[in-house]
């Protein structure tokens, strides 16, 4: 790829790239080859397809250090890129054989590593490999048959567009009848064709799929497959399965379960039943969604699980068949990923874990430096999928990958493997002991080294001098990592040294060991359990040696010291404890007697529980999802340390006067209690009382009111009454329902429902709003005269219901109307010549809409709307009525019309033509004899046909008196009779005759001439001058015939064709002019003239043909009419015209020239159009949201025609293709940037731009990037850091998206002070020192470096402080303290531009060391919810002696493992909001405290359900294709389960007309709803001829989410769904037919109509045909206000198959019915190989072979043979 072909945007792109590559090879630390992202443009899930010539940009995301070496692969081989960086594949422009499996290897020294594989298809204009074959499918009558869209060719896919069957009933007409579902022809959602119960008249079908790309206007077709259908005769076919559903439905989870089932039988269909099998086992029970599609052969299942069986079941006549499906919910994940890298020890066993779940089971595969891996006796594979690696050796290193497929999915993980060699060093040292006489020391460490070292002990004793080197026995135990000494005794005590080595160095570590005797407690303590204020005792007695002594400290719950005091006395030097009174709160935990001694110390507990009445409940009520119902809870409360037995339930209804009464007694294991059977529209109140073994609990806080919701009435009105009004209106009367069943305050109205008799879904329905309680009257309007309608009532009062309370059905019938449909002829016939006889059968009695009366009979002549004859019949109630009407005029077309009456009115008329019979006709008129055609030996009799013919003339009969009878066939109107006397007189008379007879007779007298002779031809005939449309010929005559010539007639014939055609008839005015001028002639077109002179006894031969003269070129007669323009897309648009006939183009290489310019134009740019048929031209690569002008002119190779109209269109709005451009940036101060820019220009806008967005971050950083959105061109950025490079871009957006944004523009912030330092803490506390530790501010705002100002001090004494000034580090290590004093601990940043300020922390010493992770936090609850938040709460847990750091939260959900939340939830808080949550999600979460020591066992879970809220995104995969001129076919991807925010969506469509000046882009909508799981939609009845704006929403009960992107399309345009009609020919000449056809009608056009298509060929003839087989056939293109068309330049006597298409700029229509024709005979073509032999003196033998082209049937042939001394003549047969 050449520099020069870089984009700007892609040179930038590259230079980056270069960048990061040099920046990677410029480290030192070395890192393996990593492939995080690899695909092929704008990939899918398995690849990406693009047009031929596009261009291909793959630029893999690849790290590693060094760079590593990218090789690309396509199906095995390496691909060379056009790019100039190796790591990047480009091809300029792609071709069928770029087409393929991609796959990419990237290594460096440590390794390679494989990326996953993606297919490059290509778009294709044949992507069928046999669509020139025929298929022959066999199949029995009243079986199924199956035909599937036959395979394309490799790497093919189909361009957007419409793929559908179409057929044909024989081989003789193209498949050219879309197919449409019914009952016994189904299509599956694959396309499948399925034909059920196949009749035998199917036989010779065929069946064919065709692609049709609205875009370019083409169609595409597959092979044929022809139907060879076997009659079996049979009448019944049992029930089979056709389409049966497979063995395992695979589906992931959340996402519907689609099933196709289709059953055939004969001779009916049988019904489809579905049911499903539960997973848990069980009977099959009958299922339904309601989304079964027509003949329930598709059902769409939502919350499918795994292992259920669904079953559909074809029935008919008591036979069934059955077809099974079990569903698989397909999941792929890692349960444990690979760690990064693996050290690896030469010599050990290497594990790499690759454990993933999977439904269906996976197959796991291992690849090393991108190679498979193969198992064998050193490397293998366990079953679940961990690769081991025994004796692991220097060749084992490299990159490993794991691959797990499952048939459904693929993923990958990788490791690095890394050997292992280095000296000796111990990671963790044997630790100094100090054990009890009789214990065993165990002494371990950990040593590091590869190879593995050998250790070696040896003793020094600390009590005698004993030093020796230790071996395994005895009382020794020597192993990997450990020393373990048994039974030790004070003799043990002394240094132990581990010694480890190995050929790289040696490691030692030295351990101290000490051994003393054991001190205990000698007595037992148990647990007590008193009642409150009770007096108890306990004692520790120790077991010492004398020798020591040792400190007792009693301990409540192992933190807190007891002290003596007023109620809790220690005596006895600490070894007893008194409590004069138990309290309930402080007297009650675990107390511990903790023993210290250098004899060891010991512990002994005994817990003490305080009894007492359980504690007041609080009790939370809320509205149940059961009706009537509210559902009270509660926490538990303290139980007064006895099991809480039950729970007493209160109630009250707070508009009664009663008070709190018990309504039940619950177990005291429940926290939740249904309160039902309560009235709508009445508030409650609850108390809950905690009752246990000591008595009841105190009375606590009643709830809040809570209202039950009312309901729906649940009874109808009542006295309900229905009386017809009129013929389209019904009145119904009734009373209000009962009150006690109103379940509402009042009654809001009432719907009265009404359907026909025959139907049983509702026609309508009407709402009346009244509250009233007397009568009420509801009228029903709009209804169907004569009609038997069942009425319906129901009331509705605020509570919207789907099934409200309706009265019994009432019958009542409209009054009669007027009949609506008319009658139905049969047949009208002419019974004689003034008389029709007429047959009709009365309309559909649906649609009299009333009693019929009788009918009128009436005659129209012709077009005429007067009538010529009426009547009036009865009634015969036969089910065929006859009669006639009389008096009409003898073989005259009449229109017949017969009209149904009825009380309400006269239906509209049937009508049928009728034509009278014949009659014999008048006489004929205007008999003369022309004086130039009274000859000496014949007359010319002319005569003009009857004014009344009476029916189709025949013939004529001419008679002379005296003489002959002749016969003269209609239409000729002249006859010549021959061989008469000259200079005689005769008598003739002249009669019309029809098929009936002769008609009367005419007659005239006339005298024959004395004889002239016709003169002979001219000679030397020839052009001495040709201009575009005229010629001059020169001759010389020839005699006269003895009588002057009148006139020259002078004929032409064109190019090859045979026949002459006069052009001039020139009368003599200067008899000695030897020249003659033609006009009226084409320009640019080949001529042959000659010329015939005539005189009073005829014309002459014709001369000798002239040589072929061409005439000039002129410019065109005129530029294409009715220029239109339209928008297309952003940057294309439609220009259409009527075109030029070929022969107006007046010269060579005929077309057209397109001019157009925009106001950004300076001059007009131009297209050439070189076909002189074209209708319409697409221009392309125009400015988006730009109105062009447009004008076409006619052209040829020397001329150009005068101007069109003028046309002008604006291009589809997009995003803008330039940046704003940056006019200021400044910093205002440490936290804030002013950021300013220019408007977009107009041209590079590409629309109207709603705004900008804005985008910063650190400049070079890696941290994800910040956008904000404006609609000024101004903002200040705020929240910024001082002294740092921000880097900022801004982007304008249409409504269409979002343009290119600005070069990067690096500003910085000013300097100021630190912000607060953070996450201030203690750690490693002990009772002598500990750490204060703190994180740097998050804006350390200037370049110096940060210092720190640290001070604590006393809470109780302020003054004196301890101050840590300047502090360079973030902890400080503090042990200047008081144990059991509380101190304040602050932090301050410093940094040469000031102090920030102070961060605090209050923090308590303890008296002892003994410290543990804090207990489990209590009451731990969901506070509140909301759509993406929980907020939480829950008691601090009881102090341990540490602060509290913060709490851990764990969450999951029901389809999600368990999260950490990452965020800071501080120990200081008891109450949090959880944000950023799905809405609509039930959780389940945990709490941990955390500490020095650790994290405290987390709580309990406990469940929390975020609110509803709108979904959050908008249906995607938006496809818009035009289905008819005002209908659009629309399909979609539904928004993902997770952004539903509800339990159901429904989906919204959009739509309005596009205006390019719409400033208000989200107005202005129209909308249509459709439900969900429905995909697909079809938008009718819109505005033929304006572009249209598609978005889609997703709505549900809380609202509507944001819109999609738009879809603009055109809506006008759709294929002709008609074909031209009536299609006939006649022969105009030996080159020549003449095609006349009746046009499509005005509603199948689909759009505008631009012409027709006449296509054209010849058969019979094997050249013909081999011809065809490797071309295209013949077609003429005409314009759509043409009937008719002669096609002309045809061979000579050659049958020709004519059909015709009419098109629109949406493409073709289906071909018409075809018709044949047969050109005329004409002149035959030279005889071949003529050649002369055995020559003697008086003869010659000629012999030669027939012409190649007869062109007739050949008569005879002409010799002509030319001796010395003239020209002989010889025919021969």
């Given at each position: 790829?050449?520099?020069?072909?870089?984009?700007?945007?892609?040179?930038?792109?590259?230079?980056?790239?270069?960048?990061?590559?040099?920046?990677?090879?410029?480290?030192?630390?070395?890192?393996?080859?990593?492939?995080?992202?690899?695909?092929?443009?704008?990939?899918?899930?398995?690849?990406?397809?693009?047009?031929?010539?596009?261009?291909?940009?793959?630029?893999?995301?690849?790290?590693?250090?060094?760079?590593?070496?990218?090789?690309?692969?396509?199906?095995?081989?390496?691909?060379?890129?056009?790019?100039?960086?190796?790591?990047?594949?480009?091809?300029?422009?792609?071709?069928?054989?770029?087409?393929?499996?991609?796959?990419?290897?990237?290594?460096?020294?440590?390794?390679?590593?494989?990326?996953?594989?993606?297919?490059?298809?290509?778009?294709?204009?044949?992507?069928?490999?046999?669509?020139?074959?025929?298929?022959?499918?066999?199949?029995?009558?009243?079986?199924?048959?199956?035909?599937?869209?036959?395979?394309?060719?490799?790497?093919?896919?189909?361009?957007?567009?419409?793929?559908?069957?179409?057929?044909?009933?024989?081989?003789?007409?193209?498949?050219?009848?879309?197919?449409?579902?019914?009952?016994?022809?189904?299509?599956?959602?694959?396309?499948?064709?399925?034909?059920?119960?196949?009749?035998?008249?199917?036989?010779?079908?065929?069946?064919?799929?065709?692609?049709?790309?609205?875009?370019?206007?083409?169609?595409?077709?597959?092979?044929?497959?022809?139907?060879?259908?076997?009659?079996?005769?049979?009448?019944?076919?049992?029930?089979?399965?056709?389409?049966?559903?497979?063995?395992?439905?695979?589906?992931?989870?959340?996402?519907?379960?689609?099933?196709?089932?289709?059953?055939?039988?004969?001779?009916?269909?049988?019904?489809?039943?579905?049911?499903?099998?539960?997973?848990?086992?069980?009977?099959?029970?009958?299922?339904?969604?309601?989304?079964?599609?027509?003949?329930?052969?598709?059902?769409?299942?939502?919350?499918?699980?795994?292992?259920?069986?669904?079953?559909?079941?074809?029935?008919?006549?008591?036979?069934?068949?059955?077809?099974?499906?079990?569903?698989?919910?397909?999941?792929?994940?890692?349960?444990?990923?690979?760690?990064?890298?693996?050290?690896?020890?030469?010599?050990?066993?290497?594990?790499?874990?690759?454990?993933?779940?999977?439904?269906?089971?996976?197959?796991?595969?291992?690849?090393?430096?991108?190679?498979?891996?193969?198992?064998?006796?050193?490397?293998?594979?366990?079953?679940?999928?961990?690769?081991?690696?025994?004796?692991?050796?220097?060749?084992?290193?490299?990159?490993?990958?794991?691959?797990?497929?499952?048939?459904?999915?693929?993923?990958?993980?990788?490791?690095?493997?890394?050997?292992?060699?280095?000296?000796?060093?111990?990671?963790?040292?044997?630790?100094?002991?100090?054990?009890?006489?009789?214990?065993?020391?165990?002494?371990?460490?950990?040593?590091?080294?590869?190879?593995?070292?050998?250790?070696?002990?040896?003793?020094?004793?600390?009590?005698?001098?004993?030093?020796?080197?230790?071996?395994?026995?005895?009382?020794?135990?020597?192993?990997?990592?450990?020393?373990?000494?048994?039974?030790?005794?004070?003799?043990?005590?002394?240094?132990?040294?581990?010694?480890?080595?190995?050929?790289?160095?040696?490691?030692?570590?030295?351990?101290?060991?000490?051994?003393?005797?054991?001190?205990?407690?000698?007595?037992?303590?148990?647990?007590?359990?008193?009642?409150?204020?009770?007096?108890?005792?306990?004692?520790?007695?120790?077991?010492?040696?004398?020798?020591?002594?040792?400190?007792?400290?009693?301990?409540?719950?192992?933190?807190?010291?007891?002290?003596?005091?007023?109620?809790?006395?220690?005596?006895?030097?600490?070894?007893?404890?008194?409590?004069?009174?138990?309290?309930?709160?402080?007297?009650?935990?675990?107390?511990?007697?903790?023993?210290?001694?250098?004899?060891?110390?010991?512990?002994?507990?005994?817990?003490?529980?305080?009894?007492?009445?359980?504690?007041?409940?609080?009790?939370?009520?809320?509205?149940?999802?059961?009706?009537?119902?509210?559902?009270?809870?509660?926490?538990?409360?303290?139980?007064?340390?006895?099991?809480?037995?039950?729970?007493?339930?209160?109630?009250?209804?707070?508009?009664?006067?009663?008070?709190?009464?018990?309504?039940?007694?619950?177990?005291?294991?429940?926290?939740?209690?249904?309160?039902?059977?309560?009235?709508?529209?009445?508030?409650?109140?609850?108390?809950?009382?905690?009752?246990?073994?000591?008595?009841?609990?105190?009375?606590?806080?009643?709830?809040?009111?809570?209202?039950?919701?009312?309901?729906?009435?649940?009874?109808?009105?009542?006295?309900?009454?229905?009386?017809?009004?009129?013929?389209?209106?019904?009145?119904?009367?009734?009373?209000?329902?009962?009150?006690?069943?109103?379940?509402?305050?009042?009654?809001?109205?009432?719907?009265?429902?009404?359907?026909?008799?025959?139907?049983?879904?509702?026609?309508?329905?009407?709402?009346?709003?009244?509250?009233?309680?007397?009568?009420?009257?509801?009228?029903?309007?709009?209804?169907?005269?004569?009609?038997?309608?069942?009425?319906?009532?129901?009331?509705?009062?605020?509570?919207?219901?789907?099934?409200?309370?309706?009265?019994?059905?009432?019958?009542?019938?409209?009054?009669?109307?007027?009949?609506?449909?008319?009658?139905?002829?049969?047949?009208?016939?002419?019974?004689?010549?003034?008389?029709?006889?007429?047959?009709?059968?009365?309309?559909?009695?649906?649609?009299?809409?009333?009693?019929?009366?009788?009918?009128?009979?009436?005659?129209?002549?012709?077009?005429?709307?007067?009538?010529?004859?009426?009547?009036?019949?009865?009634?015969?109630?036969?089910?065929?009525?006859?009669?006639?009407?009389?008096?009409?005029?003898?073989?005259?077309?009449?229109?017949?019309?017969?009209?149904?009456?009825?009380?309400?009115?006269?239906?509209?008329?049937?009508?049928?033509?009728?034509?009278?019979?014949?009659?014999?006709?008048?006489?004929?008129?205007?008999?003369?004899?022309?004086?130039?055609?009274?000859?000496?030996?014949?007359?010319?009799?002319?005569?003009?046909?009857p004014l009344v013919a009476n029916g189709i003339l025949k013939r004529y009969k001419v008679s002379v008196v005296g003489g002959d009878n002749y016969n003269v066939d209609h239409p000729q109107t002249n006859f010549t009779i021959l061989d008469l006397d000259a200079e005689s007189e005769y008598t003739i008379s002249v009669s019309a005759a029809t098929a009936v007879g002769l008609g009367p007779s005419l007659p005239i007298t006339v005298s024959t001439?004395?004889?002239?002779?016709?003169?002979?031809?001219?000679?030397?005939?020839?052009?001495?001058?040709?201009?575009?449309?005229?010629?001059?010929?020169?001759?010389?005559?020839?005699?006269?015939?003895?009588?002057?010539?009148?006139?020259?007639?002078?004929?032409?014939?064109?190019?090859?064709?045979?026949?002459?055609?006069?052009?001039?008839?020139?009368?003599?005015?200067?008899?000695?002019?030897?020249?003659?001028?033609?006009?009226?002639?084409?320009?640019?077109?080949?001529?042959?003239?000659?010329?015939?002179?005539?005189?009073?006894?005829?014309?002459?031969?014709?001369?000798?043909?002239?040589?072929?003269?061409?005439?000039?070129?002129?410019?065109?007669?005129?530029?294409?009419?009715?220029?239109?323009?339209?928008?297309?897309?952003?940057?294309?648009?439609?220009?259409?015209?009527?075109?030029?006939?070929?022969?107006?183009?007046?010269?060579?290489?005929?077309?057209?020239?397109?001019?157009?310019?925009?106001?950004?134009?300076?001059?007009?740019?131009?297209?050439?159009?070189?076909?002189?048929?074209?209708?319409?031209?697409?221009?392309?690569?125009?400015?988006?949201?730009?109105?062009?002008?447009?004008?076409?002119?006619?052209?040829?190779?020397?001329?150009?025609?005068?101007?069109?109209?003028?046309?002008?269109?604006?291009?589809?709005?997009?995003?803008?293709?330039?940046?704003?451009?940056?006019?200021?940036?400044?910093?205002?101060?440490?936290?804030?940037?002013?950021?300013?820019?220019?408007?977009?220009?107009?041209?590079?806008?590409?629309?109207?731009?709603?705004?900008?967005?804005?985008?910063?971050?650190?400049?070079?950083?890696?941290?994800?990037?910040l956008r904000l959105s404006v609609s000024d061109r101004v903002i200040d950025i705020t929240g910024l850091s001082g002294a740092t490079d921000y880097a900022l871009q801004v982007s304008g957006y249409t409504r269409i998206g979002e343009g290119v944004r600005s070069q990067p523009h690096v500003v910085r912030t000013k300097s100021g002070p630190p912000g607060i330092p953070r996450s201030l803490s203690l750690q490693s506390i002990t009772l002598l020192?500990?750490?204060?530790?703190?994180?740097?501010?998050?804006?350390?705002?200037?370049?110096?470096?940060?210092?720190?100002?640290?001070?604590?001090?006393?809470?109780?004494?302020?003054?004196?402080?301890?101050?840590?000034?300047?502090?360079?580090?973030?902890?400080?290590?503090?042990?200047?303290?008081?144990?059991?004093?509380?101190?304040?601990?602050?932090?301050?940043?410093?940094?040469?531009?000031?102090?920030?300020?102070?961060?605090?922390?209050?923090?308590?010493?303890?008296?002892?060391?003994?410290?543990?992770?804090?207990?489990?936090?209590?009451?731990?609850?969901?506070?509140?919810?909301?759509?993406?938040?929980?907020?939480?709460?829950?008691?601090?847990?009881?102090?341990?002696?540490?602060?509290?750091?913060?709490?851990?939260?764990?969450?999951?959900?029901?389809?999600?493992?368990?999260?950490?939340?990452?965020?800071?939830?501080?120990?200081?808080?008891?109450?949090?909001?959880?944000?950023?949550?799905?809405?609509?999600?039930?959780?389940?979460?945990?709490?941990?405290?955390?500490?020095?020591?650790?994290?405290?066992?987390?709580?309990?879970?406990?469940?929390?359900?975020?609110?509803?809220?709108?979904?959050?995104?908008?249906?995607?995969?938006?496809?818009?294709?035009?289905?008819?001129?005002?209908?659009?076919?629309?399909?979609?991807?539904?928004?993902?389960?997770?952004?539903?925010?509800?339990?159901?969506?429904?989906?919204?469509?959009?739509?309005?007309?596009?205006?390019?000046?719409?400033?208000?882009?989200?107005?202005?909508?129209?909308?249509?709803?459709?439900?969900?799981?429905?995909?697909?939609?079809?938008?009718?009845?819109?505005?033929?001829?304006?572009?249209?704006?598609?978005?889609?929403?997703?709505?549900?009960?809380?609202?509507?989410?944001?819109?999609?992107?738009?879809?603009?399309?055109?809506?006008?345009?759709?294929?002709?769904?008609?074909?031209?009609?009536?299609?006939?020919?006649?022969?105009?000449?030996?080159?020549?037919?003449?095609?006349?056809?009746?046009?499509?009608?005005?509603?199948?056009?689909?759009?505008?109509?631009?012409?027709?298509?006449?296509?054209?060929?010849?058969?019979?003839?094997?050249?013909?045909?081999?011809?065809?087989?490797?071309?295209?056939?013949?077609?003429?293109?005409?314009?759509?206000?043409?009937?008719?068309?002669?096609?002309?330049?045809?061979?000579?006597?050659?049958?020709?198959?004519?059909?015709?298409?009419?098109?629109?700029?949406?493409?073709?229509?289906?071909?018409?019915?075809?018709?044949?024709?047969?050109?005329?005979?004409?002149?035959?073509?030279?005889?071949?190989?003529?050649?002369?032999?055995?020559?003697?003196?008086?003869?010659?033998?000629?012999?030669?072979?027939?012409?190649?082209?007869?062109?007739?049937?050949?008569?005879?042939?002409?010799?002509?043979?030319?001796?010395?001394?003239?020209?002989?003549?010889?025919?021969?047969?």
């Amino acid at each position: 790829m050449n520099g020069e072909n870089l984009s700007r945007r892609q040179k930038i792109f590259y230079t980056v790239l270069n960048i990061l590559v040099c920046l990677s090879h410029c480290t030192n630390a070395q890192s393996p080859p990593v492939i995080s992202k690899f695909s092929l443009g704008a990939t899918g899930e398995s690849g990406t397809t693009l047009n031929e010539g596009e261009q291909l940009i793959s630029a893999p995301q690849i790290t590693g250090v060094p760079f590593p070496e990218v090789i690309f692969y396509k199906d095995g081989h390496v691909v060379q890129t056009e790019a100039t960086f190796a790591h990047v594949l480009i091809i300029n422009s792609v071709t069928r054989d770029h087409a393929g499996l991609y796959w990419v290897v990237a290594n460096n020294s440590l390794g390679a590593v494989m990326s996953s594989k993606y297919r490059l298809s290509l778009y294709t204009s044949d992507p069928w490999p046999d669509s020139n074959q025929t298929e022959r499918v066999p199949v029995n009558s009243g079986d199924a048959l199956t035909l599937a869209v036959p395979p394309l060719n490799v790497n093919s896919v189909l361009p957007p567009g419409l793929l559908q069957w179409y057929y044909s009933t024989s081989d003789l007409t193209e498949p050219n009848v879309p197919v449409s579902e019914q009952e016994r022809v189904q299509l599956t959602k694959s396309l499948q064709l399925i034909i059920l119960d196949v009749p035998a008249i199917f036989n010779g079908r065929i069946y064919q799929v065709v692609h049709t790309n609205f875009a370019l206007g083409t169609v595409v077709k597959s092979k044929k497959f022809q139907l060879v259908v076997t009659d079996t005769g049979r009448s019944t076919v049992a029930p089979s399965i056709a389409v049966a559903l497979p063995a395992q439905s695979f589906v992931e989870q959340g996402q519907s379960l689609e099933l196709t089932c289709i059953v055939n039988a004969r001779p009916t269909l049988p019904s489809i039943e579905w049911y499903k099998i539960p997973a848990s086992g069980g009977a099959r029970v009958p299922f339904t969604t309601g989304q079964e599609t027509k003949y329930s052969r598709v059902n769409l299942i939502n919350n499918v699980v795994e292992g259920e069986e669904y079953q559909c079941e074809g029935e008919v006549g008591g036979e069934t068949v059955v077809s099974t499906t079990t569903v698989v919910v397909t999941r792929l994940v890692f349960q444990q990923r690979l760690h990064s890298v693996y050290n690896t020890d030469i010599g050990s066993k290497q594990y790499l874990p690759c454990t993933v779940s999977s439904n269906p089971p996976a197959v796991i595969t291992w690849r090393k430096n991108a190679v498979d891996i193969i198992s064998n006796d050193r490397v293998s594979i366990s079953s679940n999928g961990t690769l081991i690696i025994s004796d692991a050796g220097l060749s084992d290193g490299g990159v490993y990958q794991c691959v797990a497929v499952n048939g459904q999915d693929t993923i990958f993980d990788q490791t690095y493997v890394k050997l292992n060699s280095y000296a000796p060093d111990f990671t963790t040292r044997p630790a100094n002991q100090t054990l009890l006489s009789g214990g065993s020391v165990s002494l371990t460490y950990i040593v590091d080294g590869q190879p593995v070292p050998s250790i070696y002990w040896r003793f020094r004793s600390s009590v005698g001098s004993e030093n020796k080197t230790l071996t395994n026995g005895g009382r020794y135990t020597i192993t990997s990592g450990r020393l373990s000494i048994a039974s030790a005794t004070w003799l043990d005590s002394g240094v132990y040294t581990c010694k480890a080595n190995n050929s790289l160095g040696t490691a030692e570590s030295l351990t101290h060991v000490a051994v003393f005797n054991q001190t205990s407690i000698n007595r037992q303590q148990y647990p007590i359990e008193e009642q409150k204020s009770a007096s108890v005792t306990r004692s520790c007695m120790l077991n010492i040696d004398s020798r020591i002594s040792a400190q007792i400290v009693w301990l409540l719950n192992d933190t807190t010291v007891i002290v003596s005091d007023s109620n809790r006395r220690l005596e006895d030097n600490n070894q007893t404890l008194r409590f004069v009174a138990l309290r309930s709160y402080f007297d009650q935990g675990t107390f511990t007697c903790k023993v210290y001694s250098e004899g060891g110390n010991d512990t002994q507990s005994f817990s003490i529980t305080v009894v007492e009445v359980p504690y007041r409940v609080s009790p939370l009520a809320e509205l149940s999802t059961v009706r009537r119902t509210i559902s009270i809870s509660w926490q538990p409360p303290f139980n007064g340390n006895r099991e809480i037995t039950e729970y007493i339930i209160r109630s009250k209804e707070i508009s009664s006067s009663a008070d709190f009464a018990t309504i039940d007694t619950i177990p005291g294991d429940q926290r939740s209690y249904d309160a039902g059977n309560l009235k709508p529209s009445k508030s409650y109140q609850f108390i809950i009382i905690a009752k246990n073994a000591i008595g009841e609990g105190q009375t606590g806080d009643a709830t809040p009111a809570i209202k039950i919701p009312a309901e729906a009435p649940s009874a109808p009105p009542q006295r309900v009454e229905v009386a017809a009004t009129g013929q389209r209106s019904v009145g119904v009367t009734f009373l209000p329902p009962p009150e006690t069943d109103w379940n509402s305050e009042r009654i809001y109205g009432y719907k009265v429902e009404y359907r026909t008799a025959v139907n049983s879904a509702p026609l309508g329905t009407v709402v009346h709003n009244t509250s009233s309680t007397g009568t009420i009257t509801v009228n029903i309007v709009d209804l169907l005269p004569y009609q038997e309608y069942w009425v319906r009532v129901a009331a509705f009062n605020e509570v919207p219901t789907d099934s409200p309370a309706f009265t019994t059905l009432i019958k009542v019938t409209t009054l009669e109307g007027v009949p609506q449909t008319e009658p139905v002829f049969l047949n009208v016939s002419a019974s004689t010549s003034t008389s029709c006889l007429l047959y009709w059968k009365a309309p559909d009695s649906r649609t009299i809409n009333g009693r019929p009366k009788g009918y009128y009979l009436k005659a129209y002549e012709g077009d005429s709307d007067t009538e010529w004859s009426s009547k009036s019949v009865n009634v015969s109630r036969s089910v065929v009525e006859r009669n006639s009407i009389t008096g009409l005029k003898k073989f005259t077309l009449y229109r017949i019309e017969v009209l149904l009456f009825t009380g309400g009115g006269v239906s509209p008329p049937a009508s049928l033509d009728c034509q009278t019979l014949e009659d014999t006709p008048e006489a004929v008129s205007s008999l003369e004899v022309p004086d130039l055609y009274r000859r000496h030996n014949s007359l010319t009799v002319t005569w003009e046909p009857p004014l009344v013919a009476n029916g189709i003339l025949k013939r004529y009969k001419v008679s002379v008196v005296g003489g002959d009878n002749y016969n003269v066939d209609h239409p000729q109107t002249n006859f010549t009779i021959l061989d008469l006397d000259a200079e005689s007189e005769y008598t003739i008379s002249v009669s019309a005759a029809t098929a009936v007879g002769l008609g009367p007779s005419l007659p005239i007298t006339v005298s024959t001439r004395p004889p002239p002779r016709r003169p002979d031809k001219p000679t030397n005939v020839q052009v001495v001058d040709k201009q575009s449309r005229s010629a001059t010929l020169s001759f010389i005559p020839g005699f006269n015939g003895e009588a002057p010539i009148t006139n020259y007639i002078v004929e032409y014939r064109h190019g090859l064709r045979q026949n002459w055609t006069q052009i001039a008839d020139i009368k003599v005015v200067d008899p000695s002019s030897r020249q003659l001028e033609v006009t009226s002639l084409q320009p640019y077109n080949d001529y042959y003239f000659h010329v015939i002179a005539v005189n009073v006894a005829g014309a002459s031969i014709a001369s000798d043909s002239t040589e072929v003269v061409t005439t000039l070129m002129a410019p065109p007669d005129a530029p294409p009419e009715g220029v239109a323009v339209r928008a297309q897309n952003h940057s294309t648009l439609i220009i259409s015209w009527t075109p030029l006939d070929k022969d107006s183009f007046n010269g060579a290489s005929p077309g057209y020239r397109i001019s157009y310019q925009s106001k950004y134009d300076s001059v007009p740019q131009t297209e050439f159009v070189a076909n002189p048929g074209s209708r319409f031209y697409v221009l392309g690569n125009l400015n988006a949201h730009t109105t062009y002008t447009v004008y076409i002119q006619s052209v040829n190779s020397e001329h150009v025609s005068s101007n069109s109209n003028s046309a002008n269109s604006t291009t589809v709005e997009y995003v803008p293709s330039r940046a704003p451009a940056i006019t200021s940036s400044v910093s205002r101060s440490l936290s804030l940037i002013n950021l300013e820019w220019d408007e977009i220009e107009p041209q590079y806008a590409n629309g109207l731009v709603l705004g900008y967005y804005v985008y910063y971050k650190v400049h070079g950083s890696s941290d994800e990037e910040l956008r904000l959105s404006v609609s000024d061109r101004v903002i200040d950025i705020t929240g910024l850091s001082g002294a740092t490079d921000y880097a900022l871009q801004v982007s304008g957006y249409t409504r269409i998206g979002e343009g290119v944004r600005s070069q990067p523009h690096v500003v910085r912030t000013k300097s100021g002070p630190p912000g607060i330092p953070r996450s201030l803490s203690l750690q490693s506390i002990t009772l002598l020192h500990f750490w204060l530790t703190w994180l740097p501010p998050l804006h350390p705002n200037s370049d110096s470096a940060l210092q720190y100002n640290i001070e604590y001090v006393r809470t109780e004494d302020s003054t004196n402080a301890f101050k840590f000034p300047n502090h360079s580090s973030t902890s400080l290590f503090i042990k200047d303290f008081s144990a059991r004093t509380e101190y304040v601990y602050s932090v301050q940043a410093v940094n040469n531009m000031g102090v920030s300020p102070p961060i605090r922390l209050i923090f308590a010493t303890s008296d002892t060391a003994d410290h543990d992770v804090p207990d489990t936090p209590a009451n731990f609850a969901v506070r509140s919810s909301q759509t993406t938040s929980l907020t939480l709460e829950w008691s601090t847990p009881a102090s341990t002696g540490l602060p509290l750091h913060n709490y851990t939260i764990y969450y999951r959900t029901d389809s999600s493992p368990e999260i950490v939340f990452d965020g800071l939830v501080p120990g200081s808080v008891q109450q949090f909001t959880l944000q950023n949550l799905n809405a609509y999600t039930k959780y389940y979460l945990k709490l941990a405290a955390v500490n020095d020591q650790g994290e405290s066992r987390p709580t309990a879970e406990v469940e929390g359900q975020t609110l509803m809220d709108i979904p959050s995104s908008a249906p995607s995969n938006l496809e818009v294709v035009p289905k008819t001129a005002t209908a659009l076919h629309i399909s979609w991807r539904s928004a993902d389960r997770p952004d539903w925010n509800s339990g159901t969506i429904y989906n919204r469509i959009w739509y309005k007309i596009y205006s390019a000046d719409d400033d208000q882009p989200d107005s202005g909508f129209a909308y249509t709803d459709v439900s969900y799981p429905q995909f697909t939609a079809m938008l009718t009845g819109l505005t033929a001829g304006n572009l249209y704006e598609i978005r889609m929403s997703t709505g549900n009960s809380e609202g509507i989410s944001v819109k999609s992107e738009p879809v603009i399309i055109y809506v006008g345009v759709a294929v002709p769904i008609g074909t031209p009609s009536e299609i006939s020919s006649s022969v105009v000449s030996d080159q020549e037919v003449t095609v006349s056809w009746k046009p499509v009608t005005a509603e199948e056009i689909n759009g505008q109509l631009l012409g027709y298509k006449i296509y054209y060929e010849v058969i019979g003839d094997p050249v013909a045909r081999r011809k065809r087989a490797t071309s295209t056939i013949n077609y003429d293109l005409v314009g759509p206000e043409k009937t008719s068309h002669t096609l002309s330049n045809l061979q000579i006597y050659k049958q020709y198959q004519i059909s015709i298409t009419a098109y629109n700029i949406a493409g073709e229509g289906p071909k018409s019915t075809t018709i044949e024709a047969t050109t005329d005979q004409g002149y035959p073509g030279p005889v071949s190989n003529l050649t002369v032999s055995e020559l003697t003196l008086t003869s010659v033998n000629i012999t030669w072979d027939t012409p190649s082209e007869p062109n007739g049937h050949i008569l005879r042939y002409h010799i002509k043979y030319y001796p010395h001394d003239g020209e002989l003549e010889l025919l021969v047969s």
